[in-house]
C-alpha cells in the first residue's frame, strides 16, 4: 500500500489516527496533503471517489475533487488551519475526519466499507480529456547516456505548446506507467531482451477549472530504439 505514498510525508489511517503534536508556530509554510481512498474489505484503492477539503461551515472550502486510479487526491498550498475531510463513492459508507492545522505535508489513508449512507462529497465528475489540434510532439529523441545502465535511455519529447505532464512506455495504452511531471528529458528504462524496442510518448496539459480537472492531450508519437 505504501509503496506510491510520497517521501518524507507523515501517514495517517482511519479509523484509527494518530494525530502528531503541532510544530513549533514558527513552522508556517503552505503543506499538502494527499488523501488515499482504499476498499477496507480488500485493500485496494477506490477510484472515483468524492473528496472534499474544507470546513464544517463549508466542507469543500479548499476544493472538491475525485480520486485517481490510485485513489489519490491531493490538495495544494494549504496554510496552517483546521480542516475537515469528507470522502464518499458510489457503494460505499461516507466518512468525514476532522484534521487538526497541518503545519508540515502529510498524506491521510481512509479506508471505506461498503454500503451506503454516512456524509457525503459533491465533487465534479471525473477529469475530462479533449483532443487538442494545436498541441502536439514535434519532435521526440532517444538516446543512451554515457554512464549509464545499458537499459537506461533518455527521452527527449519537444511539444507545440505549453504541457506539465508526460508519460513513456512500450505498452501503446501506456498501462504500465503513470503521467509524471514534464521535463525536457527524462530517464527511462527498457524492457529486457535484445533488438529494437518501440516506445510511445504522449504529453498533456492539466489546468483546474472551477474544481475541475480539464486535460489537454497530445496525439501519442511512436519511436523505435535505436533509431533505423
Not at 100 to 105: D, I
Not at 108 to 120: C, D, E, M, R
Amino acid at each position: 500500500m505504501t509503496d506510491y505514498l510520497p517521501k518524507g510525508a507523515r501517514v495517517l489511517l482511519l479509523p484509527l489516527l494518530l494525530l502528531a503534536q503541532a510544530l513549533p508556530a514558527a513552522a508556517l509554510e503552505p503543506a499538502w496533503l494527499e488523501v488515499h481512498v482504499l476498499n477496507r474489505q480488500d485493500g485496494r484503492p477506490v477510484s472515483d471517489a468524492s473528496v472534499c477539503l474544507g470546513t464544517s461551515a463549508r466542507p469543500d472550502q479548499f476544493g472538491a475533487y475525485r480520486s485517481d486510479k490510485r485513489g489519490t487526491v491531493r490538495f495544494d498550498e494549504l496554510s496552517a488551519n483546521p480542516l475537515l475531510v469528507t470522502v464518499s463513492g458510489d457503494g460505499y459508507q461516507g466518512r468525514r475526519q476532522a484534521l487538526e492545522p497541518l503545519y508540515e505535508n502529510r498524506v491521510l489513508v481512509v479506508k471505506l466499507v461498503t454500503g451506503g449512507g454516512g456524509p457525503s462529497c459533491a465533487a465534479p465528475s471525473s477529469a475530462t480529456a479533449e483532443s487538442a489540434p494545436g498541441l502536439s510532439l514535434q519532435a521526440v529523441r532517444i538516446r543512451h547516456s554515457a554512464g549509464a545502465p545499458a537499459a537506461t535511455v533518455l527521452v527527449s519529447a519537444r511539444a507545440s505548446g505549453p504541457v506539465n505532464q508526460i508519460r513513456v512506455s512500450e505498452q501503446q495504452d501506456f498501462s504500465d506507467t503513470d503521467w509524471q511531471a514534464y521535463k525536457p528529458t527524462i530517464a527511462y528504462t527498457l524492457s529486457a531482451g535484445e533488438g529494437p524496442k518501440r516506445l510511445y510518448v504522449q504529453v498533456r496539459r492539466v489546468a483546474q477549472v472551477q474544481g475541475a480537472s480539464i486535460q489537454i492531450q497530445s496525439p501519442v508519437r511512436q519511436v523505435t530504439y535505436p533509431h533505423n
